[in-house]
């Protein structure tokens, strides 16, 4: 459990007090060369006040993860706002859905009114930018001396050794991995905005090139540009927004580390921490829950995520999703908009695992709508399985 | 577009990890220990990540452990292994407790010839005036 020493009622007292009332993506999601990561933020930022029914001028906190290193500053100038909160909590693909439970903290303490979360990145086509990419490390930094001369080349490279001491343990095996390629492939065959269409079986994920062994190329995630934004208020002003609000029931946050070396144990995630502050604080409980969006990085990320939840026991991820369990029809359904590995991914995703939290518990998901859906679990992994957040979300 | 050359990374020792380097020099891993914890940890900082105590002395550890986990690398995302793939990147767990990020070097790059838990030593690989490289194969049985 984390340090300090507050009890679970503290945090009880923010369940339900704040609701999700806008969001949405940028209007082109995909490979969006023409598109600045700034206009992709703006588009964004723009549908998902619309959605909402707020204007920009009435959004006072900017809560943002990117670009550079000053980050809610350049977004709030570029949208031409002067927010009296800022957040630049940036701790990888999970920084969205912590802000929403900051943002619930500084709505709920008075200091603002209308929270903006707003994401816009051009994986894809950064690469092909002049000047575009990661700055370089600090050599003196921990990664530049005892990780990058071994080659660490981005997340697919330590995942892998995450994975392979779940493997090892558990008798984790790549068929099973699969089942979560091929169940998130269905979903995003139901869903017009997914990047990849075509039916996959677990046949082709397992005759797919090797990236990083034991990960096939349809075990990783897609590089794409793709923005998106969400918008909380509390829960006594989102009564009057546009559409129905979705109350953040709880949240949880969690950090264990940055560098693989220094992962406590290779086969959990910090979830099995934010998961039950997350659950706690909403009395719910993981079988009570009827639609789950996790980050899917990897196939991987997904499966021991279920198991860090709490949605099945330690180990037991491989038989959880096995038999199609987690596609369309099956009994636990999960990444419902085809997720990162199918449907967009710009490098960070956490933002786009809220947006269609949002629309399934809103019923307006179509195609790919999960029946009598009320109660949604999020889950954002960041960093190398570093950080989570995760929230319970609930329709009014 | 002719193929990007670029070496690969050397470690910077810093003011803190400088007596970890200077051990891997001689061919030696030396780690910090924290006297109160009586634990070594790693990386070297000037304080026990553990107990947040100030009381460190550097002590010489075997260059024994196990293969902790691994994975194989088919892609070279750095042009300064462009040449050498597949290879192995490994977290291992010295028998003194703390884990090294590393490659695996003396093995095929085939899941049937490593698994995890597999007892690994030491090696140095000399990659500049200043710096070897602590790497790590199987133990011979």
């Avoid at chain 1, 009570?288 to 990320?301: K, L, N, P």
């Avoid at chain 1, 195609?367 to 609930?394: E, F, H, K, P, Y």
Wanted: hydrophobic share 35%.
């Amino acid at each position: 459990m984390p340090s300090g020493s507050l009890s679970n009622s503290d945090r009880r007292r923010l369940s339900g007090k704040v609701a999700i009332v806008g969001a949405d993506e940028s209007d082109e999601i995909g490979i969006v060369a023409h598109k600045s990561t700034l206009e992709l933020h703006a588009e964004a930022a723009r549908n998902a006040l619309a959605d909402a029914g707020i204007p920009m001028s009435e959004v006072d906190g900017i809560f943002t993860a990117g670009p550079g290193w000053s980050p809610s500053l350049q977004i709030a100038e570029y949208l031409g706002i002067r927010p009296r909160y800022t957040d630049s909590t940036t701790v990888g693909g999970s920084s969205f859905v912590i802000h929403v439970e900051h943002a619930a903290a500084a709505i709920e303490a008075g200091l603002i009114d209308v929270a903006l979360i707003t994401h816009g990145q051009s994986g894809h086509s950064d690469r092909r930018r002049p000047g575009a990419g990661r700055p370089p490390l600090d050599p003196w930094f921990p990664a530049a001396q005892f990780e990058m001369p071994y080659h660490v080349g981005g997340p697919a490279t330590v995942y892998a050794l995450a994975c392979m001491r779940h493997m090892h343990q558990f008798g984790t095996t790549h068929e099973q991995l699969a089942e979560i390629a091929v169940a998130t492939r269905k979903w995003a065959m139901l869903n017009p905005k997914a990047m990849m269409r075509d039916p996959i079986t677990i046949d082709d994920v397992l005759s797919s090139r090797w990236i990083t062994y034991p990960f096939h190329l349809l075990d990783c995630c897609l590089v794409t540009d793709a923005g998106g934004a969400v918008v909380v208020t509390s829960a006594r002003r989102a009564k009057g927004c546009r559409k129905q609000p979705v109350l953040v029931l709880g949240s949880g946050e969690a950090t264990t580390h940055q560098t693989i070396a220094s992962m406590p144990d290779l086969t959990d995630t910090p979830a099995s921490i934010s998961g039950p502050l997350a659950f706690q604080m909403a009395g719910v409980r993981p079988q009570e829950i009827d639609v789950t969006e996790v980050y899917d990085s990897f196939t991987y990320t997904a499966l021991v995520t279920l198991e860090a939840l709490g949605f099945c026991k330690k180990g037991e991820g491989g038989p959880f999703v096995s038999g199609g369990r987690t596609a369309p029809g099956g009994d636990f359904p999960l990444n419902t908009n085809g997720g990162g590995l199918s449907y967009t991914h710009p490098g960070m995703y956490g933002i786009f695992l809220l947006i269609e939290a949002v629309r399934q518990l809103r019923g307006e998901c179509g195609d790919r709508q999960v029946s009598g859906a009320r109660l949604a679990c999020v889950n954002g992994t960041g960093g190398t399985l570093s950080s989570t957040g995760t929230l319970i979300l609930g329709a009014e | 577009m002719p193929q990007e050359q670029r070496p690969k990374p050397v470690p910077t020792p810093s003011p803190e990890t400088r007596r970890y380097w200077e051990g891997c020099k001689s061919h030696e891993l030396w780690l910090p220990f924290c006297r109160p914890c009586q634990s070594f940890f790693f990386y070297p900082r000037r304080f026990c990540p553990r107990c947040f105590g100030w009381d460190i002395e550097w002590r010489r550890v075997s260059g024994r452990g196990t293969v902790y986990s691994y994975a194989i690398q088919y892609r070279a995302f750095h042009p300064g292994w462009s040449d050498e793939t597949p290879y192995v990147t490994a977290l291992v767990e010295l028998e003194e407790g703390p884990r090294l990020y590393t490659n695996l070097v003396g093995v095929e790059p085939d899941p049937k010839s490593i698994h995890c838990d597999m007892p690994v030593e030491v090696v140095f690989e000399e990659i500049s005036e200043e710096i070897s490289l602590p790497k790590f194969r199987p133990v011979s049985t």
